[in-house]
Each structure stands twice: as structure tokens, then as C-alpha cells.
């Protein structure tokens, strides 16, 4: 009975690189990329042993295999950016030392996985953003399940309106716009 489901994910997973090759064209090579890294949903696993930040973290399989983690639908201030070290430390405190499940289906440009990490069932990466430690990520945010993208976007509504953890700030810069002003300034 394998079988055929195999050939379904296949299948499934041709049919999205398809898609991907024939929009290319009319997309930017970042896009591209992305569309045709999109497979399956797959999951791992194991314990988390660093957090380099408020949305990427290392977690360690059962096989000693370490994993670095980018969490799918957000993103956290920079570490050097206000609330970047809170955000760290919120994700820390919610997921460091713990055994954590990793669904993803994607490696993004630099070799991460780019998952969502749940503990007993609790969508970390929506705590993130309800803490108000980390934007919905919008620019991605088609790679969401459409369930995902309507709570995370209302959890960014409802702790921006709450003022938060990073809406406490009068002009909270998104880490993108954060990232390209420090490009542009090299």
C-alpha cells in the first residue's frame, strides 16, 4: 500500500516543480527558487541546542545530526536591531534544551530547514508572533497553509494593537527593510 502513496507524493511533488519551471519566466529568480524548493511536508525530531536568534535554531536528531531551522511565516528583529535580543530570548526560554517536531518543506538559500517547530502541539513560531517578538512574514507568506497565514496575521493585528514586545517601539523597523538599509549602506 506504500507504493501508490509514494507515486502520489511524486507525482505531487512534479507537479509543483512544473508549475514552478513554467512561472519562472515571469518570476524573479528568487521566486523561482523557492517555488522550485517547495516538496512534500516531511518532519524530524529531536532536541533544540542553540538558538541563534528569534526565529532560526539548531536542533539535534536522535541520529546526533544537527539541523539549523528557520521558522517558517516569521520574522525576528535582527540580533543587532532593537528587541532582537528579546526575541532571542523569548524563543529560548519557550524551546532551548526541549524536544521539539520540525515540519518543513524547504531548505532556503543558506542550507536551513525552513519549518514549522511545535511543542505538545503549540505552534512556536505563532508564539513568536503573538509575543509580539516577530513580524508575520509576508513576503513568504504564500508558502503558508491558508490557516496558518489567517492566524499569524491576526496575531501580528492583535499584539501590534496590544503593544507588545517590539510594537512597544514607535516605528518598529521589519528586519527585511532592516537587512537591505544595512546592504545599502556597505
Known sequence: MKTPQRLISFVAVILLFSAACSRAPRQNNQQARRSASLSVAQSLTGRVVRIADGDTITVLDSANTQHRIRLEGIDAPESHQAFGAQS???LSQMVFDR????????????GRLVGKI?????DINLEQVKLGMAWHYKEYQNEQAPEDRELYAKAEDDARAARRGLWQDANPIEPSAFRKEERDAR
Do not use: M, R
Not at 524536544?99 to 538559500?109: A, F, L, N
Not at 511545535?118 to 503549540?122: A, F, L, R
Open 88 to 90: 532571542k530570548q523569548s
Open 99 to 110: 524536544d521539539v517536531t520540525v515540519t518543513y518543506q524547504k531548505t532556503d538559500q543558506y
Open 118 to 122: 511545535t511543542i505538545d502541539g503549540k
